[in-house]
């Protein structure tokens, strides 16, 4: 079950046959064992990472200064009725206690997002606000996933040999930033209407699914007419704007309750090696990186034993960095909004009112 569970991390979308093929058990047994696995939480459905510039859209990552408990609740209820919230978490470490943020919106939205932090700053929620290079492959981002072969499930620990690893010639990595420019404009943006937003709502709750049943959550007849053969036409047409799929996995189970946020001063030779070595895909632990003017800004999910290991290593190659800890268990990942599409204009709603007045009105700040 254990490596059903790692393949389905390799191959997302697969169905249950390749699976069931992928690890020499029968299509029966594999289909049992999806359902008990996430009947026991174990791992948490499959997300999408959309190519957001292809719908008009654009991420927006900030790290919040928090003045109090009672700040941080407050916020964190912005986060809840904002419509283009894509992530929140808890950060602590040092003298910084606050929350790291993430928004999927136009960007004529975006001075909205400033107005309502400095609205948070002058009424004493907010003390400072960072924005991070958004996590998306097309700025160069790299992600890294758990790998199978590094887990002993007899000793139920993680082996991995970091200094080996470092150590290790590279290729030249693939620093992808400078392709933004071209990769904006040779891409042209999608057209989508409302029926799409609500489908893309669906599946950025739970990529895996049948269409019968993105059909039903639609509210439609999977028996009605052409329903089936319509709406599987408009499933492919948006595969275009998916990126990769992304397991969620519960990773309390495999004793992963670490998350560092590691925001590192380095020089550029040290980045590229760190982000070369990360995308050579040999480290075993879930993470991502984003390079910075300055440095990069490392965030990993790690068992105990391998924390200290990633701190020493960061100590050893970096001119000075800041260590941070997610709160996981405190983090929300939030769909897209099917409403915050406008079919009357056929693009994303971007007023006033809508993107700034009612998230603030709700914490009291209106």
């Not at 993105?214 to 047409?237: A, D």
Request: with cysteine.
């Amino acid at each position: 079950m254990l490596e059903l569970l790692f393949k389905l991390q390799e191959m997302p979308m697969a169905p249950a046959k390749r699976l069931a093929e992928e690890i020499g058990r029968s299509t029966p047994t594999v289909i049992s064992w999806l359902k008990k696995l996430a009947r026991d939480k174990m791992f948490l459905g499959v997300k999408p990472d959309l190519k957001v510039h292809l719908l008009g859209l654009e991420i927006y990552d900030f790290l919040l200064d928090v003045t109090s408990h009672e700040a941080l609740l407050r916020i964190e209820e912005f986060c809840e009725k904002h419509p283009y919230t894509l992530y929140r978490a808890r950060v602590f470490g040092g003298t910084r206690h606050g929350m790291l943020v993430q928004f999927r919106q136009p960007p004529e939205a975006l001075p909205h997002l400033q107005e309502a932090f400095e609205t948070m700053r002058n009424s004493g929620l907010v003390e400072g606000v960072t924005e991070l290079p958004t996590l998306q492959r097309v700025y160069g981002s790299t992600y890294t996933r758990p790998l199978l072969e590094a887990w002993d499930s007899e000793r139920m620990v993680w082996i991995f040999d970091w200094e080996r690893w470092w150590n290790s010639e590279i290729a030249e990595p693939d620093m992808q930033t400078d392709r933004v420019g071209s990769s904006k404009t040779t891409s042209s943006r999608v057209e989508i209407d409302e029926l799409d937003a609500k489908i893309l709502q669906i599946l950025t709750d739970n990529a895996r699914q049948k269409n019968i049943e993105v059909i039903r959550k639609l509210g439609l007849n999977p028996r009605e007419g052409s329903t089936q053969q319509r709406i599987s036409k408009r499933i492919v047409k948006l595969r275009q704007v998916i990126d990769s799929y992304r397991v969620f996995i519960n990773w309390t189970y495999f004793d992963v309750y670490n998350t560092p946020m590691v925001l590192a001063k380095a020089s550029s030779d040290i980045t590229r090696t760190l982000i070369g070595k990360l995308q050579r895909g040999t480290f075993p632990f879930s993470s991502s990186i984003r390079s910075m003017p300055d440095g990069f800004v490392w965030y990993a999910r790690l068992p105990s034993a391998h924390l200290s290991e990633l701190v020493s290593l960061i100590w050893r190659i970096c001119d000075s960095y800041e260590l941070l800890i997610i709160d996981y268990k405190h983090s929300q990942t939030y769909g897209l909004w099917a409403e915050t599409f406008d079919q009357k204009t056929g693009n994303w709603r971007s007023d006033w009112d809508f993107c700034i007045e009612k998230p603030l009105r709700a914490i009291g700040l209106r």
